[in-house]
């Protein structure tokens, strides 16, 4: 098991976000994190990358916590986030030696894989450029390029297709796949849930802090008594029977 969330309390102060959170990311598998604004995905996400510590409960990658290991942790985890983070005085060459040096890639190896997705993502001629400068894609794309080069087990990617162009989120769900193929583990937040439908091996639809339901889309249909329904319309379902219960 790559990924396992047990009864995870946690948040930013002294009040809970998450009120309890647990479910599990296989290895190979593409689990989406789907949810209202503000109902914890990130938070969630936060804590798998280490940035919070739980209340209680426990995250595990390969059964370690960031407590047993947090050098070992943190290798393990490649990290795409909402909003690109970068460094303004770093130029794009320098961002991807960054993560090689921060890992501990082998060097020709990583600019080989390296050279082949800014390639794929046209960045190729803008090694020299600051990426600080780049539009809200081209940052995103070099995000996908620092995480990709990484031979992490775990992809942790929150809300990745807004502001890429089509080309980039096919390019994008190529290398997810490419990934899975080798063992690897993806856990995605999205709104963008035709796309989910149609990548994700597995749905976890959090509210309020707290898993609402979670399956593979056959699941999800069985448990809303409905073969044909779309991942969109059991979102809506749930969303509005939470407002009424509100
Ligand atoms: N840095 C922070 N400090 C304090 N509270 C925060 C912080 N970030 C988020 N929150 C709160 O945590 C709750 C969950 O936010 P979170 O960002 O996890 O939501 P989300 O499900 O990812 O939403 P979205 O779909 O809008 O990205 C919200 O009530 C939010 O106000």
Redesign the pocket.
């Known amino acids: 098991m790559s990924l396992k969330i047990d009864k995870l309390v946690g948040?930013?102060?002294r009040t809970p976000?998450l009120k309890g959170v647990s479910f599990d990311v296989a290895d190979g598998e593409l689990v989406g994190l789907i949810?209202l604004?503000?109902?914890?995905?990130?938070?969630t996400l936060n804590h798998v990358i280490g940035l919070l510590q739980p209340f209680s409960g426990t995250v595990t990658i390969d059964g370690i916590s960031i407590n047993d290991d947090v050098k070992k942790y943190k290798s393990k985890i490649a990290y795409i986030p909402?909003v690109p983070i970068l460094y303004k005085e770093l130029t794009l060459k320098e961002h991807i030696e960054t993560t090689i040096m921060a890992y501990g890639l082998d060097y020709d190896a990583a600019w080989n894989k390296a050279m082949k997705l800014l390639k794929k993502f046209r960045l190729d001629k803008k090694l020299n450029w600051f990426p600080i400068n780049f539009s809200k894609g081209m940052r995103q794309k070099v995000m996908i390029v620092c995480a990709f080069i990484t031979d992490a087990k775990l992809f942790v990617i929150d809300?990745p297709f807004l502001g890429l162009d089509p080309v980039a989120v096919n390019d994008l769900l190529d290398l997810i796949n490419q990934q899975k193929s080798r063992g690897s583990s993806i856990i995605m937040?999205t709104?963008v849930l035709d796309t989910a439908e149609r990548f994700c091996d597995r749905f976890v639809l959090i509210h309020d802090g707290q898993v609402k339901t979670e399956g593979t889309l056959e699941q999800l249909r069985s448990q809303f008594g409905n073969k044909e329904m779309s991942l969109n319309d059991m979102y809506l379902k749930l969303a509005r029977e939470e407002g009424q219960n509100e």
Not at 37 to 43: P, Y
């Open positions: 948040g930013y102060s976000v949810g604004n503000g109902t914890g995905k990130s938070t909402e809300e937040s709104h």
